[in-house]
C-alpha cells in the first residue's frame, strides 16, 4: 500500500508539472548536502526538474545569499539558509511561504523546535534539511588510556583537564578541537554558545553591549588557555569542516561541534576512529546549570520573485520528507540520514538504535532559543541574536576574538574593540 502511494505521488509530481523547470540550489558544503547532491537523481525522475548546484563554503555562501536577496539578484531558486536569516528574511517579505505544502508532507511531523525556529508570526518560510544542537564527540580509546571517565554532562573545568592529559603533541593528538575561524556562524557560534554557560551575554535587557563583563573575560580566556595547552596548532583559522577532518583523522581527543557530524566521525569509510566514539552533552561551567550547546537547522527556503516557485516548492517537499529520509537510509544506512528535523525519526525503532541517536535528541531538546543566557535578554535565539543588524557585528567581534587566538593581541584588547563595535552599531541602527 505504501510504495502503491508513492508510485501514484511520483505520478502525479510528473503529471503535475507542466513544464520541466531547472531550478539552481545555493548550498553549504557540509557533508549531508553533499549527499543530497548525489542522489538529485531521484527528483528529477519523479518530476522531470533539473537542478543546478552552486556549493559554497559556509561563510561565502552567507555573503552570496545575503546579497542576492537583499538585493533582488535573482541567482538562485532556493538557498540555503538557517534559522538566523529565516525568520528575519520571511518578516520582510523575502521568502515565498511554505503554507501550501501537502498533506502527505506533514508539516506538523517537524520538531516544534525546528518548526518554531523557521517560522515568522506562524507561516513557515523555510523547511528543514537538518537539524543540528551541539555536543561533545570524544575518543573513548584515548580517555580510557588516560584513566579519565566523561560524565553524562560534564563541566568546562573537566574538559580542560581531560584535553590536557589526553594531549601528545609528539604524536600530533591534540586533547580538543575547536572552532577558531572566523564568521558569525563559525567560531562566532562557539564562543557565543559557551559564553551562555559562562553567564554571559550579548546585550542586557536594554540592547546595551556586554563585552566589558567578567563573564565574557572569563570565556574568552577560558577558551584561548585551553586551546593553546591542548588544541591544534592554526586554531584560530579552523571551522566545522578543518575540525572534522582532524578529528576523522584520529588527531582530536575531543570535539564540541554540531550534531551532524556524528554520522561522519562514526563513519567507517571515512573516519580512522569510527569504533572509538562517544557523545555527551556540551559542557556547562561549574556552578552555572546552562550548558553550552546551540541550536540551528540548516533550511531550504525561496527566495520571492523566483520563477520556479512550484518546481522549487516539488524540490523542498522531495529532499526534506519522510520519503527523502528512507531513500537515504535505503543506500547509506540509518546512521547516515539527515538528522534533527522529524519527530517520526525519533519514534522510529531503526534509527533509535543509531548510538548518538539519543544524544542528540537530548542536545535539542535541552537548548532553549527563547531563554537562552543566564541573566534575562531582549532576543531570540542561542547562538545569535534575532535581529538583523547581528550578522554584521558578530563577524566583526568574531575577528577580533580569532586575532587573539592567534596570538595578535590580548583578550582584554579584544573585548575592549567587541563592545566599541557593538555599541556603535546598535547606536547607528537605533537601538
Request: hydrophobic share 40%; net charge negative; proline share 4%.
Amino acid at each position: 500500500m505504501k510504495n502503491a502511494l508513492r508510485a501514484a505521488t511520483a505520478l502525479a509530481l510528473v503529471t503535475g508539472a507542466a513544464q520541466a523547470d531547472t531550478i539552481t540550489i545555493a548550498t553549504v558544503n557540509n557533508g549531508d548536502m553533499i549527499r543530497m547532491q548525489g542522489l538529485t537523481e531521484d527528483f528529477t525522475a519523479k518530476t522531470g526538474h533539473e537542478v543546478e548546484w552552486v556549493t559554497l563554503e559556509e561563510n561565502v555562501l552567507r555573503q552570496r545569499v545575503t546579497t542576492d536577496i537583499t538585493t533582488k539578484g535573482g541567482q538562485f531558486d532556493i538557498m540555503t539558509i538557517g534559522m538566523y536569516e529565516t525568520p528575519i528574511w520571511g518578516a520582510n517579505g523575502w521568502l515565498v511561504p511554505l503554507d501550501d505544502l501537502s498533506a502527505e508532507y506533514d508539516v506538523d511531523d517537524i520538531l516544534p523546535a525546528m518548526r518554531g525556529g523557521l517560522s515568522h508570526d506562524g507561516t513557515l518560510y523555510a523547511a528543514p534539511f537538518y537539524g543540528e544542537s551541539s555536543m561533545i564527540m570524544y575518543r573513548t580509546d584515548l580517555f580510557e588510556a588516560a584513566g579519565v571517565e566523561m560524565p553524562d554532562s560534564p563541566t568546562w573545568e573537566f574538559i580542560r583537564d581531560a584535553a590536557a592529559k589526553i594531549t601528545d603533541r609528539d604524536n600530533e593528538i591534540y586533547g580538543i578541537c575547536l572552532r577558531g575561524k572566523a564568521g558569525w556562524g563559525e567560531g562566532g557560534a562557539f564562543i557565543t554558545a559557551m559564553s551562555n554557560s559562562f553567564g554571559a551575554r550579548w546585550f542586557d535587557e536594554d540592547w546595551n553591549a556586554q563585552f566589558d563583563t567578567a563573564a565574557w573575560n572569563d570565556t574568552l580566556t577560558f577558551f584561548n588557555d585551553m586551546m593553546q595547552e591542548s588544541g591544534p596548532a592554526g586554531f584560530s583559522t579552523n571551522g566545522f569542516n578543518e575540525n572534522l577532518s582532524l578529528f576523522q583523522q584520529g588527531k582530536c581527543g575531543m570535539w564540541i561541534d554540531a550534531t551532524v557530524a556524528a554520522s561522519f566521525v562514526t563513519n567507517p569509510n571515512d573516519s580512522e576512529v569510527a569504533d572509538k566514539v562517544g557523545f555527551a552533552l556540551a559542557p556547562h561551567k561549574d556552578g552555572i546549570e546552562k550548558n553550552g550547546n546551540w541550536l540551528w537547522a540548516w533550511a531550504l527556503g525561496i527566495p520571492a520573485g523566483t520563477q520556479n516557485v512550484d518546481a522549487a516548492k516539488q524540490f523542498i517537499e522531495w529532499a526534506t520528507s519522510k520519503d527523502y529520509i528512507e531513500l537515504v537510509a535505503s543506500k547509506e544506512g540509518w546512521a547516515n540520514v539527515p538528522p534533527g528535523a522529524r519527530t517520526s525519526l525519533y519514534e522510529n525503532p531503526n534509527y533509535m538504535e543509531v548510538p548518538f541517536a539519543k544524544m542528540t535528541l537530548d542536545s535539542i531538546l535541552s537548548a532553549d532559543p527563547n531563554n537562552p543566557t543566564v541573566d534575562p535578554v531582549p532576543y531570540v535565539g542561542v547562538q545569535f541574536a534575532a535581529i538583523p543588524e547581528f550578522a554584521g557585528i558578530a563577524t566583526e567581534v568574531s575577528q577580533e576574538f580569532s586575532a587573539v587566538y592567534a596570538g595578535q593581541q590580548s583578550v582584554e584588547e579584544a573585548l575592549e574593540k567587541a563592545q566599541a563595535i557593538t555599541t556603535d552599531a546598535m547606536e547607528a541602527a537605533g537601538y
